[in-house]
């Protein structure tokens, strides 16, 4: 019988092996702010809960952001996607009873932060709305009592990952003070530069960075996973596409890919507990959220996440 894998004795990186992380054991909760952003570390997922023998799975959002290019209305797209993520889940050996879907609009998310930009009544509004939703996902937090929480990477590819970031952080912290227990937060990249960094972390992060590669039955569920979402097929295609551009380009350096290999791997790694929140992960502010925006006003790290962060954790 192998000996099991020591538990981290404090949550920085150096102290939390892959053995331990990985491994079919304890309790891992997934948070994660919109319906298949879990497609990103399917293997992952896998490989630590595929039989549904322990696992909590938070949704931050009801992920109606596409409701209108979908020409469909918000709430009933949002309750497709939930019920997408549902089967996503059983294409991994997990049950739906695992998943908590705390139904946050992306549409009225994406309002508020225009207003924060605006200022005036209007922001502290918005900034006391987002309070709010740290206290909720806090709260499912607390509720899966977890012994290391999974959350997409902070990024600076979308604003929604970036918050329900920040939001299980200031969490976890929390929960690290209250018990003593490690608690490490463990970060997936998803995108950044539009999606021309896809599920990786670009080659200059100076974090802790592992890579993970699956075994072919973690990649065949991950694969299904991928067709579970057909609201998402047009996104996933694009992503498939970038993949496949990258993959030719690296061929220059003697070193290309298929688009298979790539999704063969998965990057992760432990976030720092002192991370600070209210600093962009790019050095030049048009390098965040590129051509994202809500109703033509871009989304801007420096007027609109940077001060949520930064209320979120004034509270932590």
């Known amino acids: 019988m192998s000996t099991p894998a020591q538990p981290p004795r404090d949550p920085r990186p150096a102290s939390c092996s892959d053995a331990w992380l990985l491994g079919r054991h304890g309790r891992p909760l997934f948070v994660f702010a919109h319906q298949d952003d879990e497609s990103v570390c399917a293997g992952l997922i896998h490989r630590v809960c595929g039989d549904d023998a322990r696992g909590a799975f938070v949704w931050w959002t009801n992920g109606d952001g596409l409701a209108p290019t979908a020409k469909m209305d918000p709430r009933a797209y949002g309750t497709l996607r939930m019920a997408e993520s549902a089967d996503a889940l059983g294409c991994l ?21 225009t207003h924060v930009a605006h200022g005036g009544t209007q922001r502290a509004e918005a900034l006391a709305h987002f309070r709010r939703e740290a206290e909720r996902v806090e709260q499912a937090v607390r509720s899966s009592d977890p012994d290391r929480v999974f959350v997409l990477a902070y990024q600076g590819g979308h604003p929604e990952h970036d918050l329900c970031h920040v939001m299980v952080a200031r969490a976890v912290r929390r929960l690290r003070r209250e018990t003593g227990r490690p608690i490490p937060l463990v970060q997936v990249p998803a995108y950044e530069y539009v999606v021309l960094n896809p599920m990786r972390f670009k080659p200059w992060f100076r974090g802790d960075r592992r890579r993970l590669h699956l075994t072919p039955a973690e990649f065949a569920a991950k694969e299904s996973l991928l067709g579970a979402y057909p609201t998402q097929s047009e996104i996933i295609r694009e992503f498939q596409m970038v993949l496949s551009a990258l993959g030719a380009v690296s061929a220059l350096r003697l070193k290309p890919f298929s688009a298979r290999e790539f999704l063969a791997d998965e990057e992760f790694g432990v ?19 590129v051509n994202d925006d809500f109703e033509g006003e871009p989304i801007r790290f420096d007027t609109m996440i940077a001060p949520i962060a930064a209320a979120i954790l004034a509270a932590d």
Do not use: M, Q, W
């Open 93 to 113: 050996g997990i049950s739906a009873s695992r998943k908590t879907d705390l139904e946050c609009s992306e549409i009225e998310n994406y309002r508020r932060f």
């Open 271 to 289: 976030v720092e507990p002192d991370h600070d929140y209210t600093r962009s992960t790019h050095r030049l502010e048009r390098l965040n959220y």
